[in-house]
């Protein structure tokens, strides 16, 4: 049997993404840490710096793979990739706000999706070629946290695809 690179560029990223722990499907609406809230309320993008072990302190042992050690959730087990209540998505280490509901769309691969985020300063996209695949990375402009990967093959109007963890982001419902 003869597969196409596309069709093993596809089989790959969701074999990797299946051997990677997941926390089960949690209340989207959980009380978020006030420490969190009042980051929220502060949107520059000073950088936040923090030691290995502050972090491992501060996030839960899910939060600290995928956002310190670019690890991932399995796909459909993420809380808010169902999610479609009307509110704002904010990084789980430092609140930075990333994405609006608004730019929220079902992709069909099991992660949030959404074409753009709140503002395009508030993301960085770094160069990916782990598991020999070439991707865009997604972090945070605050804090460095691996949020996911961006893909060209999302809607109008911009045509991107970022695809997100939920455990690196935190809602705020509107």
């Known amino acids: 049997m003869k597969m196409s690179f596309l069709g093993l560029a596809g089989i790959i990223p969701l074999y990797l993404a299946c051997n990677f ?7 989207v609406n959980e009380p978020i840490p006030a420490a969190l809230v009042s980051a929220m309320q502060d949107s520059s993008i000073t950088p936040v710096v923090k030691t ?45 706000p990333l994405f609006s509901s608004a730019t929220k769309f079902e992709s069909g691969t099991g992660w949030p999706s959404f074409y753009q985020p709140i503002k395009k300063d508030n993301v960085m ?50």
């Open 125 to 174: 996209v770094a160069k990916d070629d782990s598991y020999g695949m070439s991707r865009d990375e997604v972090v945070c402009a605050r804090c460095g946290g691996h949020l996911g990967h961006v893909f060209n093959d999302g809607p109008a109007p911009t045509g991107l695809r970022y695809c997100m963890n939920s455990v690196s982001m935190a809602f705020v419902k509107k």
């Open 21 to 27: 722990s997941s926390p089960a499907a949690s209340n």
């Open 52 to 96: 290995d072990a502050d972090w491992k302190k501060q996030l839960t042992s899910e939060q600290y793979e995928v956002l310190r050690n670019k690890g991932t959730e399995r796909p459909f087990t993420g809380k808010y990739a169902s999610n479609h209540e009307t509110g704002t998505y904010y990084c789980a280490a430092c609140g930075l």
